[in-house]
């Protein structure tokens, strides 16, 4: 079966750096995705990777490793903004998303 | 309008209703989704459609159908709603299926069945 994996919530301090990781099976990748989504609203884009590596977008950065079926988002900076939900996806063999349950992050002052 | 419009906001039905619920997009992208998000569960995927007249079986398609008749428009139809179907529904599109073409969601239904 297709399998994402994400921390159920994770909680760190304004002005902090805060790593949230995915980890990943499934059939066939053509890309992993990372969305925000705040609380009774829809996901937004963050970051998209399909190659190894760190691809950096201001205070935000998404790292992937295919070859462990794993990747990370990095916030850095934080703001009491960036509480929200953090989700993971992968575009399968059949080109369609695979969601992970996300990850909620509480930034404390 | 600008992006993806979703209708109703939200609704109650009563068990056994038929429901429509809407969906428009003006940004003339070639693929629409139609996902719903449970608490504790990721989004999944109930039906797509990579481009106008085509459709698609996502991972929950049971109870639910749509039409794609043409770009725009991408209605999801409950023929006989049921409890299990309360849900947050979002519909989204994006250019394409493949490359760095993200999905662009709707504001979401909210959708109870008693």
């Known amino acids: 079966g297709q399998n994402i994996d994400q921390p159920t919530e994770m909680t760190a301090t304004e002005g902090a750096i805060v790593q949230i990781n995915c980890t990943y099976q499934t059939s066939g990748f053509n890309g992993l995705f990372w969305y925000q989504q705040h609380a009774g609203e829809a996901p937004t884009f963050l970051s998209y990777n399909v190659l190894d590596g760190l691809e950096e977008k201001g205070r935000f950065s998404s790292f992937l490793s295919r070859s462990k079926g794993y990747s990370y988002l990095l916030l850095k900076e934080l703001q009491m903004k960036d509480s929200a939900s953090y989700l993971c996806?992968?575009?399968?063999?059949?080109?369609?998303?695979?969601w992970g349950a996300g990850t909620k992050l509480i930034i404390k002052p | 309008i600008a992006g993806i419009t979703q209708a109703p906001t939200s609704q109650i039905l009563a068990a056994g209703r038929r429901m429509t619920l809407r969906c428009t997009q003006d940004?003339?992208?070639?693929?629409m989704y139609w996902y719903r998000q449970d608490l504790g569960l990721g989004l999944r995927l109930i039906h797509y459609s990579n481009t106008a007249g085509t459709t698609g079986k996502g991972e929950v398609p049971d109870g639910y159908s749509v039409s794609r008749a043409n770009t725009d428009d991408f209605p999801l139809t409950l023929a006989s709603a049921v409890p299990s179907q309360t849900s947050v529904y979002f519909c989204?599109?994006?250019?394409?299926?493949?490359?760095?073409?993200?999905?662009?969601f709707g504001p979401g239904t909210r959708l109870t069945v008693l």
């Open positions: 989204a599109s994006s250019d394409s299926v493949a490359g760095v073409n993200e999905q662009f």
């Open positions: 996806a992968v575009r399968d063999s059949n080109y369609q998303l695979i």
């Open positions: 940004m003339r992208h070639n693929a």
